[in-house]
């Protein structure tokens, strides 16, 4: 067969045109046709010659295009491919490349591969056999393909790592959350050991001071008899007041160490809470008129009576008092208010014009041993207990315990007990009491 003609794939009939014309006419027929294919076409023969090849399969490979024309053999344009520059691959993997393109070449039922040209452009090679033994090579370009499987594969890739990170973070977290959970156990352990020691200590603490206060209230007294020099008396009486100041601050702590525990108990009754502020008002106002302090209440009328420990709410009322007085300079007033708030909310206020207190400065004065003013010089001495434990009476009553406050103007302590807590009216010809002490008709305080 000459290079210019097809293969006799025709059989003759008696219609055709003559052979000679048919041959000559269709090898540039077919070319035509196959230059018009968006895919690149080479036909091979059974010898594995190139019979024709179209324009598209000329232009995949360039550096070697004029190699690609009939009667070329594979292996030759293989090595060629491989050796000139028409692939991205090494020099050291050309042979090898050869080796398996010749035997996917001659596979009997065809074979496949991609391959990466020199301009960086991707193709699909598809080889199949014809009848007559020969094999058409059919090249389509899948750049973009190959683009979009590079940049799914970057994304599973990414994917992949944000879930190892993930997954390494989530076991950072368990194990975090193991060393907090063993952190938090053993600082409740300490917790509890410190409060069963406080405990503890406190009762060691309270039976010898007991005693000392005792006798010397019996030496203060003088029961029986005189104590000679007129020091003695005066001795007896600092043992007295440091012994009896000492025992307070012994039950504070026993009192915080028990809520701290969750062992302290309520002993729940019915109070009066305008007799109580009365009482406690007596406890105060000896240290208020020295301080040159005006003691005053404030009860609304009809004030109903309350469920709460009696105990316990007059340890409130008297720690914050006692503070009022304490931080109140000369000619300023203290005053003890109680109403029942329009949502059904028992309401104490302590309010005085002492020297108030930094916005800042409220957590660290209800924290347990919070002091403002720590220094050893300070002023106003105290162990720092009195408004943590009293805010820790009042939440185991159910209630919050607020302070407003404004420096060098004056604190208000508010004390917000829960409805559910109103358990009475008061008797009928209690009427409300006036800041002075006396009894006139009036309007409810304002607990806002």
Known sequence: ????????????????????????????????????????????????????????????????????????????????????????????????????????????GGGGFDLMLCDQRWIQVDLRP????????????????????????????????????????????????????????????????????????????????????????????????????PEYSEYTTDIYNSGTHLLEVINDILDLSKIEAGRLDLVEGTVDVAELIEGCKRFVISRAQQEGISL????????????????????????????????TPEGGIVTAKAALDEDGTFVIIVSDTGIGLKEDDIPTALAPFGQVDSSFSRQYEGTGLGLSLTKALVEIHEGELLIESEEKKGTDVIIRLPGSRVVAAPPEDRESLSPDGENPDGENPDVS
């Open 296 to 327: 005053q209440t404030d009860i609304a009328p009809g004030l109903p009576f309350l469920l709460a420990d009696e105990r316990k709410l007059k340890q409130i009322l008297i720690n914050l008092l006692s503070n009022a007085v304490k931080f």
């Open 130 to 229: 014809t009848g007559g033994g020969g094999v058409m090579e059919i090249s389509t370009e899948i750049t973009e393909i190959k683009e979009k499987e590079d940049t799914l594969r970057i994304r599973v890739a990414e994917l992949q790592d944000s879930q190892d990170r993930m997954e390494l973070q989530g076991r950072r977290l368990v194990e975090l959350a193991e060393v907090l959970a063993a952190a938090r156990d053993e600082a409740e352990r300490a917790n509890r050991t410190k409060s069963e020691f406080l405990a503890n200590m406190s009762h060691e603490l309270r039976s010898p001071l007991n005693a000392i206060i005792g006798f010397s209230e019996i030496m203060k007294g003088e029961l029986f008899g005189g104590l000679g020099r």
């Open 1 to 108: 067969m000459s290079p210019g003609s097809l293969p006799d794939v025709i059989e003759e009939d008696s219609d055709a045109r003559p052979a000679k014309d048919v041959s000559s006419l269709s090898l540039d027929w077919f070319a035509e046709i196959l230059d018009l294919l968006p895919v690149g076409a080479c036909l091979y023969d059974s010898q594995e010659r190139i019979i024709l090849c179209n324009k598209r399969h000329r232009d995949f490979y360039a550096p070697i295009s004029d190699m690609l024309g009939p009667g070329r053999v594979a292996e030759e344009i293989f090595q060629a491919i491989a050796h000139k520059g028409a692939l991205s691959i090494t020099p050291d993997h050309a042979e090898s490349w050869v080796k398996d393109r010749m035997t996917s070449f001659r596979e009997p």
